[in-house]
């Protein structure tokens, strides 16, 4: 390991643009995030040729402002990483420049990370002593992964949705019942004033497959129970509804990570992403790794949502593990979880071909 290698990380996949200052991999010297959020509230959701503009005005200053609150300079750097994917393709390429740029005007060796692989980096981060093996349930608004992480950069994937994100899930349902944007931490809020046994909404399988997750269904079933009462005149107690719905989309999360905890028997269970940010959710999958005798581990709610402190201390175990990537590296919107061999000393990554390291 590199004890002293500090990294700075650049996120702007979506809608947050930042950028964090992380030492010796786990050392947090600063994290500054500038949301989208208000930008994008009057249009319901994540505009992508905005999200773009909006990258290009922030990032530099960000930069400047992780820099500065960290104390570091660019010299001090030992590399830069950067989210290539999966994003918005506009988003991805402005953190991806500004990489670029600033580790060749550095000298500084660049690390292209994945941003689902971030999510899961954000439990190295909060949780000092944490190690893999592990299994990780990353509960975003583009993704629901459930996986077990062998090794730093191996993962094999226990399961994963067929439709719709456990994120997007709460985004749409949150639209339809009238609730700002971002919809998840909104319905969060409304649920706490409701009933979460008032309304029985299906539950999802899977039948090929019953380790995958499946939310549109059980989204579709909110969304034509809301019309059929509106259409009839009926009055809907909301705080219901939500609390309702939350319960089934945490019900199917505990089910697929009960299964997985029984047959894997990891010692640690980790949970990552935007949803993680939900205390319902945090609540239910702790209690199902204390059944298990599992320990649990989980960042705070600001690791959970998107930042680039994690994009830093993922990027120091890639580096460290795999080496630097070439600056000829790519956005990878699509981009899945990394496939690495390590003991061939080969990685591969989506976009960026293959670098092989002595
Ligand atoms: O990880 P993230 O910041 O961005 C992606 O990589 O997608 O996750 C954003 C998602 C959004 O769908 C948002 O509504 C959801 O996480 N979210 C929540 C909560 N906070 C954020 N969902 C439910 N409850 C919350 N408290
Ligand atoms: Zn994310």
Redesign the pocket.
């Known amino acids: 390991m590199c004890d002293d290698l500090i990294v700075l990380g650049v996120e702007t996949?979506?809608?947050?643009t930042a950028a964090a200052v992380v030492a010796s991999g786990r050392h947090l010297l600063s994290s500054v995030v500038s949301s989208q959020i208000e930008v994008h509230r009057r249009f319901g959701g994540v505009v992508p040729e905005i999200a773009s503009r909006k990258h290009v005005e922030s990032v530099i200053p960000v930069v400047d402002e992780a820099l500065r609150q960290a104390g570091v300079t660019m010299r001090e750097l030992g590399a830069v990483a950067v989210t290539y994917g999966p994003?918005l393709v506009g988003a991805l390429l402005v953190g991806l420049s500004a990489a670029k740029g600033l580790a060749f005007a550095s000298r500084v060796p660049m690390v292209c990370v994945n941003?689902?692989e971030a999510?899961i980096y954000a439990n190295f981060l909060a949780h000092p002593g944490l190690e893999p093996p592990l299994v990780c349930l990353?509960?975003?608004?583009?993704?629901t992964d459930l996986v077990a992480m062998e090794a730093h950069g191996r993962y094999t994937v226990l399961g994963r949705t067929r439709d719709d994100?456990?994120?997007?899930a709460?985004?749409k349902v949150?639209r339809v019942m009238g609730l700002p944007y971002?919809?998840?931490?909104a319905?969060?809020r409304l649920a706490r004033d409701g009933d979460p046994e008032a309304i029985r909404f299906p539950l999802s399988r899977v039948a090929d497959s019953p380790g995958d997750f499946s939310f549109s269904g059980l989204k579709t079933a909110v969304i034509n129970y809301l019309h059929a009462a509106e259409q009839r005149g009926e009055h809907v107690s909301l705080p219901d509804v939500a609390a309702s719905f939350?319960r089934a989309v945490v019900e199917e999360l505990c089910d697929r990570v009960s299964n997985a905890l029984r047959s894997h028997r990891p010692a640690t269970l980790a949970l990552?992403?935007?949803?993680?940010?939900?205390?319902?959710?945090r609540g239910a999958l702790r209690a199902v790794a204390e059944a298990h005798g599992v320990a649990f581990v989980c960042p705070p709610?600001e690791l959970?949502?998107?930042n680039a402190a994690m994009v830093a201390c993922a990027g120091y175990y890639q580096f460290v593990n795999f080496g630097p990537c070439e600056l000829s590296a790519n956005a990878c919107p699509g981009a899945d979880l990394p496939q690495r061999r390590p003991s061939a000393g080969v990685e591969v990554t989506p976009g960026h071909g293959a670098h092989v390291h002595s």
């Open positions: 996949s979506c809608d947050e994003g941003h689902i999510h990353t509960v975003s608004g583009g993704h994100a456990a994120g997007e709460f985004d949150a971002p919809g998840g931490p319905l969060e939350q990552s992403g935007g949803v993680a940010a939900n205390g319902a959710v709610p959970c949502t998107d």
